[in-house]
């Protein structure tokens, strides 16, 4: 199927089952390290690489000799934060002798709906991903209470993938793929190769989760499926506790993938489009025919600014007649826009007093 090696951006999700020996509660190492080879291979292929990682609540839990049965939340809270750190620093180490630099970025699920905080942690991604950053992802379990928890990161990792708009997704699993029904229970169950859409007819099939330290089972990877495919992202769901489990995808292991609906960046357009906009911005001759040739709105072609608006909010773009010409994601506030509209790049600072971007819009952030 689908090489990973021509992936522009890839996001592997890492189950607990996988990180963690079930037995034992320790780390496994030799797995971890086999892994941080194929992230080295992905990036020496010129692939960018986000990691979502569970494990946090597995490896606190036998630090703390919690029980393997059912915790209360205080508990997987404590034991997520003792956990986490330790995770986080095992992926530094792994990935440190391959020259790699890693970040722990902690999510929760507030940070996809609140799109200020959403733009910000995309923003935050963006600019580790272009220093060459491998970003590990969690949920941020210490503050996510039951209402606002993914609970799985099945869901986060396809969330991950949508904001950075990855054009493939891995879901790690202790499972080489989906099946008919769930294969711990049905010995007749077979595996798809390819799920072109996920009808209710596949909805049936799946299944909860099968080991005590995982959470989502089959019903949250097809949630994320939905939600990656719809964004452009190919996600597939592959057996992750070989060693090499990325390297084995690519030589051709079982998986089952399930096909892109769109492409990334239609994606994203369609959704700058539905934005309710909070204000306009008018433009000058000069900027129509730049935006119309595929460049970012600068202020400099910026005549008019009206409403009031912060930053990553919605706005119409207008030209001189008040024709609508779309609508684009701003990075300065409406009281920045009116301070800077007409002025050269290289007046910008002057202007606000501290340093800014020169585009109002960048080109990727408008939909026309
Ligand atoms: N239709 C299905 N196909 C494959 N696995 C299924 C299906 N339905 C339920 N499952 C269960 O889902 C498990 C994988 O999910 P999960 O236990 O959450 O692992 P992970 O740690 O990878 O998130 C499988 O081991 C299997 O027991
Ligand atoms: N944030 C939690 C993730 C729990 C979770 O999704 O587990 P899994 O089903 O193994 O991916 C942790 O780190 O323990």
């Known amino acids: 199927m689908a090489s990973l090696s ?29 892994l941080a080879e194929d992230v080295a291979w992905l990036k020496g292929q010129g692939t960018e690489v986000v990691l979502v990682s569970s494990g946090s609540i597995a490896l606190g839990r036998g630090v703390l000799g919690l029980p393997a049965t059912e915790l209360a939340l205080e508990q997987s809270q404590a034991a997520a934060a003792v956990g986490q750190i330790r995770l986080a620093r095992a992926y530094e180490e792994m990935l440190a002798p391959h020259d790699i630099t890693t970040a722990q970025v902690l999510v929760t699920l507030e940070d996809s709906t609140d799109r200020r905080r959403y733009l910000n942690s995309r923003a935050t991604l963006e600019q580790l991903l272009s220093m060459r950053v491998v970003p590990i992802v969690n949920e941020n379990d210490t503050v996510a209470t ?130 309710k906009p909070r204000g306009t911005v008018t433009l000058d001759a000069g900027a129509v025919d730049a935006l119309h040739a595929g460049k970012s709105l600068l202020a400099a072609g910026i005549t008019g600014v009206a409403g009031r608006f912060q930053r990553g909010d919605a706005v119409a773009i207008a030209d001189a007649g008040g024709h609508i010409l779309g609508h684009g994601l701003t990075r300065y506030t409406a009281d920045e826009a009116r301070a800077i509209r007409g002025r050269k790049s290289h007046e910008i600072e002057a202007v606000l007093g501290y340093p800014a971007r020169a585009a109002l819009i960048h080109r990727d952030d408008m939909a026309l």
């Open 146 to 275: 039951d209402e606002i928890r993914f609970g799985d990161n099945d869901r986060l990792a396809a969330q991950i993938a949508v904001t950075v708009g990855a054009d493939q997704l891995i879901l790690l699993s202790d499972v080489d793929g989906f099946y008919t029904a769930n294969p711990a229970l049905d010995r007749d169950a077979t595996r798809y190769d390819v799920i072109e859409r996920i009808t209710a007819d596949i909805e049936k099939m799946a299944g909860d989760a099968g080991s005590g330290l995982s959470k989502g089972g089959m019903k949250t990877k097809l949630i994320a499926a939905r939600t990656a495919t719809a964004a452009g992202c190919a996600m597939a769901i592959t057996e992750g506790s070989v060693l090499n489990p990325l390297r084995a995808l690519e030589n051709g292991a079982n998986a089952t993938w399930f096909t892109a609906q769109t492409d990334p960046q239609a994606a994203r357009k369609r959704w700058i489009a539905a934005m």
């Open 6 to 34: 021509t992936a522009k951006r890839l996001v592997a999700k890492i189950g607990s089952a996988l990180l963690v020996d079930r037995a034992t509660g320790a780390l496994r190492r030799d797995w971890l390290a086999s």
